[in-house]
């Protein structure tokens, strides 16, 4: 984080020179042609780079934003928002993605969980997601009643 931060404060700091030149420049004419005193100056010079600090710890977050891949990481799951056949519209997360099913003989009917198996450029590749197997009951002999934990 403390890499980024230097690297953000530093691209900020670039794209202020030109405003710390200009009000340099002008606070430097103001001592001369108007009068302004050099302490003033130096006082108005320096009150301008604190709010230069403020703004850039202020905009710490935006300036160290982490850097984001072009798709979702394999394995990530979604949902089918168009019919998949082979090609339609997935949400994962909050994203929309252009999407193909992964077996191009076999449709993913729209609303189904999908899991991402690869991409091509942009468009992912998805798989229908099956079901949840359900939990099966502990095994034991017929009609005996669950043994209960001996901490319940």
């Known amino acids: 984080m403390a890499m980024r931060w230097r690297r953000g404060f530093g691209s900020y700091a670039l794209l202020q020179l030109p405003g710390l030149l200009l009000a340099g420049a002008i606070l430097a004419m103001a001592h001369r042609w108007a009068g302004l005193p050099v302490a003033w100056a130096v006082g108005l010079f320096l009150l301008y780079v604190a709010k230069e600090v403020v703004v850039a710890v202020a905009l710490r977050d935006v300036l160290t934003a982490p ?44 609303g189904s969980d999908v899991v991402v198996r690869g991409r091509r450029g942009l468009v992912l590749v998805v798989e229908a997601r099956p079901p949840e197997a359900p939990i099966p009951a502990p095994a034991g002999p017929a009609g005996a009643a669950p043994r209960r934990a001996p901490w319940a």
């Open 67 to 110: 850097p984001m891949g072009p798709a979702p990481a394999i394995g990530a799951r979604g949902v089918a928002q168009d019919r998949l056949a082979p090609r339609g519209c997935v949400r994962i997360g909050a994203e929309l993605w252009t999407a193909e099913a992964w077996a191009a003989d076999r449709a993913i009917p729209a």
